[in-house]
């Protein structure tokens, strides 16, 4: 049986089956966040806009080295072979999960005048925080592997990649980057200013900008029937049926 998730994480990345060089490895990760979060922090006290150009310049750094990390999968593996996960990791993967998750939480950071009651705030902040583990909830039941896709080690290896398929797969291609700019949205209602709800779209650019670095990796590997496949559905929203979505993503029932 193919190895899933940690595991298979083990064996691309040795230093993982040591418990203090993975330590080692969540604290650069953990540092390299920090450092987007000070920025965020420092450089938003500036002026009144300026959490709208902190978002787009972490924003513009995720979205390079999303970049870089589709446009160089191939040549890793042709320099490295069966090494070329490890270094794929700590050049690609480690960078770019520090500023996703940097630009997920800093709507929380936003200050600014209050929009809306608080209960109202509350009601919408949950609501859209929901959306993070119940798209989880379907992309685990699909077959989709936490480690495997979600670290991009099936980027560097796809012939390794299981099948993914469930029935959310049938309304949006990428529920996952659903649920991560619905978290976003979330901690702007819950921080219930204007300028944190702006702030949480400009997450959509590395977000949309994402999808079309893997549909197009996806054609290349698949054809025509992935091209057929984005002709029917959205890539983070329904096209059609949106009650139905919902009823299947709230409820797990169509």
Not at 68 to 96: S, V
Request: with cysteine; proline share 5%.
């Amino acid at each position: 049986m193919a190895k899933r998730g940690y595991e298979l994480l083990k064996e691309k990345v040795p230093e993982f089956r040591s418990t203090w060089k993975s330590i080692t490895i969540f604290i650069i990760w953990f540092l390299l966040f920090l450092l987007c979060i000070s920025f965020f922090r420092l450089f938003d006290s500036l002026v009144w806009y300026a959490s709208l150009i902190s978002q787009l310049v972490i924003a513009a750094v995720c979205t390079v080295i999303s970049y870089l990390h589709m446009k160089n999968a191939k040549r890793y593996r042709e320099k490295y072979g069966e090494r070329a996960y490890r270094y794929f990791f700590f050049h690609f993967i480690i960078p770019i999960f520090a500023t996703w998750y940097a630009l997920l939480v800093h709507p929380l950071l936003v200050k600014g005048p209050t929009l809306l009651p608080f209960w109202a705030s509350l009601v919408l902040g949950v609501f859209f925080l929901l959306f993070r583990p119940l798209t989880a909830i379907h992309i685990n039941r699909s077959g989709f592997d936490n480690i495997g896709h979600g670290f991009g080690i099936y980027t560097v290896y796809p012939e390794e990649g299981p099948p993914v398929f469930s029935e959310i797969y049938f309304h949006i291609r990428h529920p996952m980057y659903l649920g991560s700019f619905c978290a976003a949205v979330g901690f702007a209602f819950l921080r219930n200013n204007v300028m944190a709800l702006l702030t949480a779209l400009i997450f959509l650019i590395p977000i949309l900008i994402e999808v079309r670095f893997e549909d197009s990796e996806i054609i290349e590997r698949v054809g025509e029937e992935h091209k057929e496949y984005i002709k029917n559905t959205g890539a983070l929203f329904p096209h059609k049926n949106v009650g139905t979505f919902l009823k299947l993503l709230f409820f797990l029932k169509r």
